[in-house]
């Protein structure tokens, strides 16, 4: 299986699609591994038929190894994933990412600009609300395993190579990591992503809320805003096939854009 040493981490990564394709960086939200059950796992062939698609479980997920103590911020999360792209030695690629990996994604292209060359972030959010720390108790390790019994089991086993009960503990890292508002990115970062980006949500999202959405939109200049009617936080499993038509609209768009310019 491939891992990537990626300063504290052996990142275990997989790549799909042309190998001189155009590389697509895609990132899952909290919980998500490379599985057909997880966040982007209906859309995985979809992307790959025209991307070299890069897939990765992201710091103490699935089969990536957990250091202790460093769920710090989501700058964290944006090295580690810099990281993977220099030693897959990929310079640029375009960073799409859902949930805590949109929220990355947005760091990414705030701390590595000339990494990032189109950026799609979906169920972002930058601060916390009332409702959304109610929501967040859900995601506790003890709520999930009393009341989502199916999701408990199939995290045991996405996580089965670390050990027992891993995933509790990264559950419990993840908490502190979100319930501390200096780790988000910041209304400065956005305002310096100058490449081209696309802020989604969906319209009943708790997390990535409209208002919060909003928000990034209008700090992001030139950004594109889609806000879908009716869907809650998990934009690329309930919409699965809008979710794919949209994102890769959106960056066939931007090629044609950037085509026609060095023509110009």
């Known amino acids: 299986m491939p891992y990537a040493p990626v300063r504290d981490l052996e990142i275990y990564y997989e790549l799909r699609g042309?190998?001189?394709a155009e590389p697509l960086l895609l990132h899952n939200g909290a919980f998500g591994v490379i599985d057909t059950d997880s966040d982007w796992g209906k859309l995985f062939n979809k992307f790959a038929q025209n991307y070299r698609l890069i897939?990765?479980?992201?710091r103490g997920h699935g089969r990536t190894n957990n250091p202790p103590q460093k769920y710090t911020d989501y700058a964290e999360l944006a090295h580690d994933a810099a990281g993977l792209l220099k030693y897959l030695g990929i310079t640029k690629a375009h960073a799409v990412g859902f949930s805590d990996g949109g929220i990355t994604c947005i760091k990414l292209a705030a701390l590595y600009p000339d990494m990032v060359d189109i950026l799609v972030s979906i169920g972002a959010n930058y601060y916390n609300t009332p409702a959304l720390l109610t929501s967040l108790e859900k995601?506790?390790?003890?709520?999930i395993e009393k009341h989502f019994v199916?999701?408990?089991?199939a995290l045991e086993r996405q996580f089965a190579t670390q050990g027992a009960g891993a995933w509790k503990k990264v559950s419990a890292q993840l908490e502190k990591l979100w319930l501390d508002d200096t780790a988000f990115p910041t209304l400065a970062d956005?305002?310096?992503i100058k490449c081209p980006s696309l802020i989604m949500t969906g319209q009943r999202d708790m997390f990535g809320t409209v208002e919060q959405t909003l928000d990034i939109h209008h700090a992001i200049a030139g950004s594109e805003l889609c806000i879908l009617p009716g869907v809650a936080h998990a934009v690329p499993v309930q919409r699965p096939e809008v979710t794919s038509w949209i994102?890769?609209?959106f960056l066939e768009r931007q090629r044609k854009k950037r085509d026609k310019n060095l023509r110009s």
């Open 190 to 192: 956005m305002r310096s």
């Open 18 to 20: 042309p190998k001189e």
């Open 247 to 249: 994102v890769l609209d």
């Open 55 to 58: 897939l990765f479980e992201h």
């Open 150 to 153: 199916e999701w408990a089991a």
């Open 139 to 143: 995601l506790q390790g003890d709520y």
